[in-house]
């Protein structure tokens, strides 16, 4: 918000009537030419006031110099009012200014009070994960409000579509630190989704009357998931890899290759979550820690395998959990290493498992979608659709299956007729 602002007083009288003699005084307020008007609860007689020098004359029986004195300390009020919140670099309009002037104060109606309710109340109950995501949001609201509106706050009511548009070139466009590439069209999308939610909190608590972003939609670009093959997937499995560290983060991606984990769920594992199923053989049965679904999942022979290699590491017994505590980030930094070391040239993050149990461990051998996206944890057929791939040599198999089958019945046929 721009705080070059033109800004102007006028005293001015109103007339109750046409029959009395005695005329309001009234100040009117003007910023960047919207105006509004208030009360001095001050009166003068009609034909005293002054309208060019805006002030009352002298007559008789009538106090003019006090009543010129309270307008000239009502003049300053308003102007120190004014200077203040170009000072604190505050939003300024005729409104704001007036309630000032009366007293009447909007706190908890500002955006940054709105975000800081947000996070008091929301801390305890959301993911930590969750609220890292939140953090990172207002970052980026204070730098708006600061870089491009030249404020520091902004009231709930002055947020509009407008806002957000300008928003989103925002977030386009910022950097928040000199060497960051800045964020990609779905990052700014999350940006503001984090801040639609926010501001429907503002609506349920009733500081404001409506979301903006009831009108507006979010536009993501669809990316395709990435994945291993089976022939990547192989060259990381029998690569020999000494460094610790690099063999932890190896065997964990495997892990999740075989189960379809996402990290959170994985590292949460301990032996409680370890049941003999139906079957006879060995399940997993968890919470997906972001959605709060149940998940059931067999336990395959190489999965089995990496749960017994870690049964008694120091740190997994120490902690409680199946696998050793290791972070996302570091995970994600150390499989570039066991990428390259394995001879695949593609960009490994530890979710990229999960795609490819998804793809190349369950659907390209046949597991019906439903399994998979049961297994996965997703309530609907059409989020396993984005996660799973139908693989070429799958489609090549199910076509030269078809070419048989036609070839078949088409010998048959000839056959059946030479008789």
């Given at each position: 918000m721009n705080n070059t602002q033109s800004f102007g007083l006028q005293f001015i009288v109103r007339h109750k009537s046409k029959l009395s003699e005695m005329a309001g005084i009234y100040i009117r307020i003007t910023?960047?030419?919207r105006k509004t008007e208030v009360s001095t609860k001050l009166f003068c007689p009609n034909d005293l006031w002054d309208k060019k020098k805006e002030k009352v004359m002298g007559g008789t029986n009538f106090n003019h110099h006090h009543i010129n004195k309270l307008l000239e300390e009502n003049r300053a009020k308003i102007q120190s009012i004014y200077h203040d919140l170009r000072i604190k670099e505050q939003l300024i309009t005729p409104q704001i200014i007036k309630n000032y002037f009366l007293g009447i104060k909007e706190e908890g109606r500002t955006l940054l009070r709105l975000v800081d309710y947000h996070y008091s109340t929301q801390k305890s109950i959301l993911r930590a994960s969750t609220i890292r995501h939140?953090?990172?949001t207002y970052k980026y609201i204070k730098a708006f409000l600061k870089k491009k509106l030249k404020t520091s706050d902004i009231y709930l009511r002055q947020i509009d579509y407008r806002f957000i548009v300008d928003y989103e070139v925002f977030l386009n466009e910022y950097k928040m630190l000199e060497n960051y590439k800045g964020l990609s069209q779905n990052s700014v999308m999350k940006h503001l989704a984090w801040l639609r939610c926010i501001l429907n909190l503002a609506v349920r608590l009733k500081w404001m009357m409506n979301n903006p972003f009831d009108t507006y939609k979010l536009r993501y670009k669809k990316s395709e998931r990435g994945f291993l093959s089976q022939e990547e997937l192989t060259m990381i499995e029998e690569k020999e890899i000494d460094i610790h560290r690099l063999e932890l983060?190896?065997?964990l991606f495997i892990f999740s290759c075989y189960t379809g984990l996402a990290y959170m769920d994985m590292q949460s594992l301990t032996d409680e979550n370890i049941h003999i199923g139906i079957d006879g053989y060995k399940w997993i049965i968890t919470k997906r820690l972001k959605t709060d679904i149940p998940v059931r999942i067999p336990l395959l022979a190489k999965a089995e395998e990496l749960i017994m290699r870690y049964k008694e590491h120091p740190?997994?017994?120490n902690k409680g959990t199946i696998f050793p505590p290791i972070t996302n980030?570091?995970?994600n930094g150390y499989l570039?290493?066991?990428?390259?070391i394995s001879g695949v040239k593609k960009h490994l993050t530890f979710h990229?498992?999960?795609?490819t149990f998804a793809t190349t461990v369950t659907l390209s051998n046949g597991v019906p979608i439903e399994t998979v996206s049961k297994i996965l944890g997703h309530t609907k057929?059409?989020?396993t659709q984005i996660y799973a791939k139908v693989l070429e040599n799958k489609i090549s198999e199910d076509i030269n299956m078809l070419r048989d089958k036609l070839e078949t019945n088409s010998n048959d046929h000839k056959n059946r007729s030479s008789v």
């Open positions: 910023v960047n030419r939140y953090k990172v983060t190896k065997d740190k997994a017994v980030q570091r995970l570039k290493e066991v990428a390259d990229m498992a999960r795609h057929i059409a989020t």
